[in-house]
């Protein structure tokens, strides 16, 4: 068996025709007879959806050059379902109607845009773009000393777009993982070719690389093109034949390209079975090219990625040579209405709870409080799994905001985990009063900033240049991602109170800690168990930051600048007393009659 350079399998003893496709966490594979899809869900188990494919094909998929089209097409829309399919696993945005229509016209629309995109990235782009190179240089268009040139700036333009498009998607963490299921589909087939048992040790051996590939498909359409329109512009050059090679008549070299597109796919098919089968040498500096483009789609999978192509394609294996194999299907929807009567008969969950869940039902089913009782709407399989676990969460005492991962402040979404506080109503009451006292475009920080509800709404509310402040590197990152989803700018500071803060600002508003160390291990389970006790622990008495920003906030305001603090109930007179030298003082109360806040004016 040879080698590669970095001693993986790379050269195949058999050939199989399972071909395969990465999807959302998962793999499919596709034999002469049945086809498997394997996905992990959140639980960790393979999940696998098999069908049965007709025993013969169609003979239109059979005719050489015709059946490129054909496959083509065919590719496109399986291609879609499938990973329709996989996000029903998943927990991505699925049909929970139903009735599947919404899901069927959301997947359609989707592929048009798809195609439009691509059409206007390879097409329109590159010709427009040449057309513009030309006209800069003064060249004519349907000089036949130029034609050659303009085909080949098209096409350095194409590969140009289709190398940045790739590694600009590589980029995101969900396309990430999609090219290494990618590898792992891959290396599973290799393994099989290479004769060498389905073990994931053997799989991670072998190359991330395939003749067949769909990328290099991609590849031999793109220089295929590229060749065929420059022969089509040499040819009309010579004969003068200049209407698709006049500047002004761009649009119709657009429309020739895309008309031609059946043709250089069917051709560009047959090459890639051809060089799967072949390893001649003039074949070989296609073959590399396929390779390279192949190193930005694929990415070196880990164990559980191929346990799950090897699941897929064992599944294949085992169907094609036994077709009285049944079908088997990822679970069944569960109807809302069902599920809901199993939650009521759940004698460990409280009024409380269930209630909670049946927001938490709302939130990540995006249906409204009176689509509960909808019998049409459902649950899918990977919904349930994630609801089972978020609801376990409920039923232990963690708060439903960090359950959900969000909670609503001042009229906007803010994103949470435990690493910051949950807001407050009172500290909405707060923020209202902040506002009040700055104004348009004031620099403000926002201390102890927490997950930035105030500081992020002062930013949406009045334009404020904001400054975020916060001990904790966790809680800092959730408020830029507050800031980011609610459309702001902020700076950020990690700072122990004033310790990194610079500048002088227009106002300062902080909630910081402030309950007594000895009262924490007495409050509702809820707070104590799963709010961060950094966010709560204001010393012995409850004071020791107040302290603080008595002593050193002034040095931070401009003059006449405003603090407005959130306090506890009991702690108006002591708060008050500790600025009443530097500050003139307000002290207003919460909708319970408590003492909440002081909005405090620098002398």
């Not at 057309?131 to 096409?155: M, V, Y």
């Not at 194409?158 to 963490?173: D, E, G, P, Q, R």
């Not at 690493?419 to 009040?436: A, D, G, H, M, Y």
């Not at 002088?504 to 909630?511: E, L």
């Amino acid at each position: 068996m040879k080698k590669n350079e970095k001693g993986k399998t790379c050269v195949a003893v058999r050939k199989t025709k399972i071909g395969g496709q990465a999807v959302l966490e998962g793999v499919m594979m596709r034999g002469e007879s049945s086809m498997a899809l394997a996905c992990r869900d959140e639980m960790g188990v393979i999940r696998m959806d098999t069908t049965r494919l007709p025993a013969k094909k169609p003979w239109y998929r059979r005719v050489p050059f015709l059946r490129g089209i054909v496959n083509m097409v065919i590719s496109l829309v399986s291609g879609t379902k499938i990973i329709g399919k996989s996000a029903e696993v998943m927990v991505e945005d699925v049909d929970t109607k139903g009735d599947g229509g919404g899901m069927g016209w959301m997947m359609f629309i989707s592929t048009l845009l798809g195609v439009a995109l691509a059409l206007a990235l390879f097409i329109f782009i590159p010709t427009y773009a040449t057309q513009g190179i030309f006209n800069l240089a003064g060249l004519s268009t349907d000089n036949l000393s130029w034609a050659w040139l303009k085909s080949l700036l098209e096409g350095v333009f194409k590969m140009i777009v289709l190398v940045a498009y790739m590694s600009v998607i590589s980029c995101m963490n969900e396309i990430r993982r999609v090219f290494m299921y990618h590898g792992a589909e891959h290396k599973t087939i290799a393994c099989y070719e290479a004769d060498l048992p389905l073990t994931v040790d053997n799989v991670k051996k072998c190359s991330r690389y395939h003749d067949r590939c769909g990328t290099s498909f991609i590849v031999f359409v793109v220089v295929l093109s590229i060749i065929l329109m420059m022969v089509l512009d040499i040819v009309c050059a010579a004969c003068g034949w200049t209407l698709f090679l006049k500047k002004e008549n761009w649009w119709l070299r657009v429309l020739l390209k895309i008309a031609l597109l059946p043709l250089v796919a069917g051709i560009s098919y047959e090459m890639l079975m051809l060089l799967a089968r072949s390893n001649f040498i003039l074949f070989r500096p296609l073959k590399w090219l396929g390779k390279q483009f192949q190193k930005l789609t694929t990415r070196e999978p880990d164990d559980s990625m191929c346990e799950v192509a090897i699941a897929a394609f064992e599944k294949v294996l085992e169907m094609d040579a036994d077709p009285t194999i049944p079908e088997e299907h990822f679970p069944e929807p569960v109807d809302l209405e069902t599920y809901r009567q199993a939650l009521s008969e759940h004698a460990d969950l409280t009024e409380c709870v269930k209630g909670d869940i049946d927001w938490l039902l709302c939130a990540i089913l995006h249906i409204e409080k009176k689509d509960l009782t909808n019998p049409k709407v459902k649950i899918p399989y990977g919904w349930l799994i994630r609801l089972d676990k978020m609801s376990a969460r409920l039923a232990a005492g963690e708060p439903y905001q960090y359950v959900i991962g969000a909670t609503e402040f001042y009229g906007r979404t803010f994103r949470l985990d435990d690493s910051v506080l949950i807001p407050r109503q009172e500290t909405e009451l707060v923020c209202e009063q902040f506002l009040k006292h700055i104004s348009d475009g004031a620099k403000v920080l926002d201390l102890c900033c927490g997950s930035g509800v105030l500081g992020v709404t002062a930013a949406c509310e009045k334009k404020c240049d904001v400054t975020l402040a916060d001990i904790s590197k966790d809680a800092l990152s959730v408020a830029k991602i507050n800031a980011k989803s609610n459309g702001v700018k902020v700076k950020t500071v990690q700072s122990d109170m004033f310790d990194k803060v610079s500048g002088k600002f227009d106002a300062i508003v902080c909630n910081p800690p402030y309950i007594e160390t000895g009262v924490i291990d007495t409050l509702d389970a809820s707070v104590k168990n799963y709010e961060p006790r950094i966010a709560l622990d204001g010393g012995e008495d409850g004071l020791k930051y107040y302290r603080t920003l008595a002593e050193q906030a002034h040095l931070y305001l401009k003059e006449h600048g405003i603090l407005t603090l959130e306090i506890g109930y009991d702690q108006g007179e002591a708060v008050t007393a500790l600025l009443r030298d530097r500050y003139d003082v307000t002290l207003l109360r919460d909708y319970g009659d408590h003492d909440r806040i002081i909005v405090a004016r620098l002398k």
